[in-house]
């Protein structure tokens, strides 16, 4: 914080001098004559000791006085009053401290290195954004106009140029990905106006006229510019230039979003995220459909509400992706939000996230238009966004919780008017109550043009299914038959492992992925039990989404084999209503299945990792005090499926491993 003798104050050394304090934005007198000039002197170099020597040679270039000295420390004194400590004296000089302060130079610097980052990170809304704002600053005039006959001065003018040039190259590069011509041809212009050898800026000019249909006027561009390169430099253009000239002329100069240099409108793509192997679209046939049906009816004008239930690792996320592959290809918008247990302290963090990836894939001047009259709350929700939306508005207190809910809501409510709009939500059954409003919100607004599809955990989903209302279509994922794990051991190259996965997975999407990796990695499929440490894990992590208590009778009852009966759980000293309760979770989420009056482990991955998750000592204690023996044979056919010869996955297996 700025203490009172150091107050905040806003330097403007772009075009006239001027000295505004932050707090209150009225002008702060600089004494005038020599004082001023030390005061030039030392903003120009600010942050750094400036001897005493070269503050003598700036006020007096004819040469110094025998007192110069004394008259150095009287101007410091009357600057101390405006300036307060920030004037420091050091062994030697003195040095201007801005730290605290605005000062437009070095604004520009770090708007022009954001700029940098952003394109580099393929978010050129963003980039552009920033990169404008740099300009705006570096171009409303010469550096301190009213003192160029200073030779101080000179040390600013090459720092401004450089920042300037960088401005400009970034502005005109991030207008070419989001396909704005016209403004890249603007930057491009400026730069070559102020440098015509500047080839890289004649270069994206050209670029641009070809992207606005102005072939000709390209064409001429190049011809300018190869003139000029041979009257003051001897040189041709080099081979990148001549190559966009020969494509220019043979027609294939394109858009550069044609290209493929246009980010997704979400600010990323939707990639797969499985393998080549394709994993995400196998057995989904009936959730792909409901997908395009909702999105039929989007594209008409009306609103739609898709939620995807499952157990971990059934494939929701997967599912969720390829319906937004859907949407992205019919030239639908898509933000996506992902929740976390850990994000929810933090209000609306999935949505909000979605938002800020949106803006910066966009155009500013779009961004601006969607977020009109939700400023301040935006950008306190969003600080990247401040460039775009208010850069010279004071900060505004921070929202309220309403405010901020309804700012997020009108956003999307105004995106969804302008294309078709699909809200995807991963893992809602953890959000927010900020995102479980603001999805209430939007689907009692019936908002025509827009999608939302929620992935949710099944027994975790009450409060999502109350803001979602009845209207939504639960689609509830089942684990892939034995035909689609086949499909999926085709893909991976290991066909003859398809009846040993689906016999070791269940069929649940995220182990049959996980086995069929390690299979074709090498790992022999019929030693996969005790499973190795990557696939107990998966395991473990489908099995820990039953909740504790479930998790707690799962790893005991593990002692019996694949198949146990529900009185078992009782010997095991289980109440009833417990039990019970435990019980139902664990066939809702698929990882129990009924074998006529007995129960079976639907994975055997899922009860090896069970058993794994007992203590020995624990565990040989649990067998001993078991009534009967335990039946480690398992005689169904349910549970031979594992081999058929009879062999329980816990035979040979290491707890502790």
């Known amino acids: 914080m700025v203490s009172a003798t150091r107050p905040a104050l806003r330097l403007q050394l772009v075009g006239p001098l001027r000295l505004l304090s932050m707090e209150t934005a009225e002008p702060v007198p600089i004494p005038k004559g020599r004082a001023t000039t ?14 005493l020597d070269d503050i003598v040679a700036a006020l007096w270039p004819s040469g110094g006085t025998t007192n110069a000295p004394q008259i150095v420390a009287s101007l410091v004194s009357r600057l101390r009053r405006p300036l307060g400590s920030s004037l420091e004296h050091l062994d030697g000089g003195y040095r201007l401290d801005t730290r605290g302060w605005e000062v437009d130079v070095d604004d520009a610097e770090r708007l022009v290195r954001s700029a940098e980052r952003d394109l580099a990170a393929a978010e050129p809304g963003l980039s552009h954004a920033a990169a404008r704002r740099a300009i705006e600053l570096l171009g ?9 006959s200073l030779t101080v001065v000179d040390d600013l003018d090459p720092v401004i140029d450089a920042l300037l040039r960088r401005a400009r190259g970034v502005a005109w590069a991030s207008a070419l990905a989001l396909g704005d011509a016209e403004s890249a041809r603007r930057e491009a212009a400026e730069a070559t106006a102020a440098d015509p050898l500047d080839e ?10 070809c992207d606005l249909g102005e072939r000709n006027a390209a064409l001429h561009t190049y011809s300018r510019l190869q003139r000029i390169l041979r009257q003051d430099l001897g040189a041709d ?20 979003s044609d290209r493929g240099t246009r980010p997704d409108r979400c600010g990323r793509r939707f990639e797969a995220v499985a393998s080549s192997a394709g994993t995400q679209v196998v057995g989904r046939d009936d959730v792909l459909a409901e997908f395009a049906d909702a999105w039929r009816s989007v594209v008409r004008g009306e609103s739609a509400v898709l939620t995807l239930l499952g157990g971990a690792g059934c494939g929701k996320s997967e599912a969720l992706r390829a319906g937004a592959n859907h949407v992205t290809a019919t030239g639908g918008v898509v933000l996506d939000a992902h929740c976390s247990r850990y994000e929810r302290v933090t209000m609306m963090q999935p949505l909000v996230a979605a938002i800020r990836r949106f803006c910066a894939g966009e155009h500013p001047d779009r961004v601006r238009d969607l977020a009109r009259g939700l400023e301040p709350a935006l950008v306190e929700l969003i ?9 010279a508005v004071a900060p505004h207190p921070a929202p309220s919780y309403g405010h901020a809910v309804e700012a997020v809501q009108v956003f999307l409510l105004n995106v969804a008017r302008r ?28 908002a025509p043009r827009m999608l939302l599809a929620v992935t949710a955990q099944d027994g975790d989903a009450d409060a999502l299914s109350a803001a979602l209302g009845a209207t939504s279509r639960r689609l509830f994922l089942k684990p892939l038959t034995a035909h689609d794990v086949a499909e999926l051991a085709r893909r991976w190259r290991v066909p003859a492992a398809a009846g040993e996965v689906y016999a070791l997975t269940g069929g649940v999407p995220g182990l049959v992925v996980e086995t069929l990796r390690a299979v074709a990695g090498g790992a022999d499929p019929d030693h996969l039990v005790p499973p190795l440490p990557i696939l107990r894990d998966a395991a473990l992590e489908h099995l820990r989404a039953a909740g504790d208590a479930a998790v707690r009778l799962l790893a005991l009852v593990a002692v019996f084999g694949r198949r146990f009966r529900f009185e078992d759980l009782v010997r095991l000293g289980f109440p009833l209503p417990d039990a019970v309760a435990a019980t139902q979770r664990a066939l809702r989420l698929g990882l129990l299945l009924v074998d006529g009056d007995a129960l079976v482990f639907a994975s055997g991955l899922v009860h090896a990792a069970a058993l794994a998750s007992v203590p020995e000592p624990i565990r040989r204690n649990v067998e001993r005090c078991l009534p009967v023996a335990v039946d480690r044979s398992a005689p169904s056919a349910v549970v031979d499926l594992r081999r058929g010869r009879g062999r329980s996955p816990i035979d040979g297996l290491d707890p502790a491993s």
């Open 383 to 391: 600080p990247a966004l401040a460039d775009v939306l208010s850069p």
């Open 237 to 256: 253009p080099d081979p990148q230039t001549q190559s966009l000239h020969l494509r220019i002329l043979r027609g294939e100069g394109g858009r550069a």
């Open 200 to 209: 890289e800026a004649q270069r994206a000019l050209m670029q641009a006229l």
């Open 38 to 51: 030390l005061f030039v002197v030392l903003a120009v170099h600010r942050g750094q000791l400036v001897g």
């Open 140 to 148: 409303v005039g010469r550096p301190l106009e009213a003192h160029r």
């Open 419 to 446: 294309q078709p709009l699909m809200i995807a939500v991963d893992d809602a059954h953890v959000a927010d109550d900020g995102t479980i409003t603001v999805l209430h919100r939007l689907r009692a607004s019936n």
